[in-house]
Every structure is written in C-alpha cells, then in structure tokens.
C-alpha cells in the first residue's frame, strides 16, 4: 500500500505519518522533523519529505500553496476550495487535509 511507503529509513518513517502529521498542521520540514523524526539523521529522504509537504492532492497536482492562497482568498469549504482548484474532486484522499488548512489558515 502507498501510504506504508517508508520515506525516512533511518528513523522508520512513512509515508502515511508525514501525511498524518500535516494533517496535524505540520507545514514545513522543520515540523515534520520533530513530529515524526524523518530527515533528522542521514538527510537522504529531505527532499521526498519536502515534495510530500508540497503537495496536496496528486491526483490533480494542486500543490500545498495552491491550496493556502485558495483559502486565504476566502474558499472556507473543502467544496469551494474543489470548485477552485480541483483538489479533492478526484479521489477524495486529500479532503481532510484540505479541511485542516481551512481550520488553521495555513
């Protein structure tokens, strides 16, 4: 399964929980790093963890900032933020991430 994908090795880190801990509100790599531990170590897995952070939903390639900037400029739902830039229309998977931005506006 794609969310047991080990992204930091070194400290046994996966996919899954960098995704929970965004949806923690964890925005950059230095929050990722103390919730969850990856790219503390070797630093081979920092820029898996930083495209991870960067994107929202990969179904549609809406990006973590595409997202922000929707919200701040007033989309407070996760349909309304969809109807803007198609992130969570497709799969789904990415609607309770899109619902945490919306929650503490960043």
Known sequence: ???????????????????KAMLEGARNLEDIM??????TCCGGCTSQVIGILESVCRCNNISMKEVIKTVNDGADTVEKVGEITKAGTTCGRCRPLIQNVIEVKR
């Open 1 to 19: 399964m794609a969310g047991e994908i080990k992204i930091c090795r070194c400290r046994d880190v996966s996919y899954l929980e960098i995704r």
């Open 34 to 39: 103390m919730e969850t531990g990856a790219a």
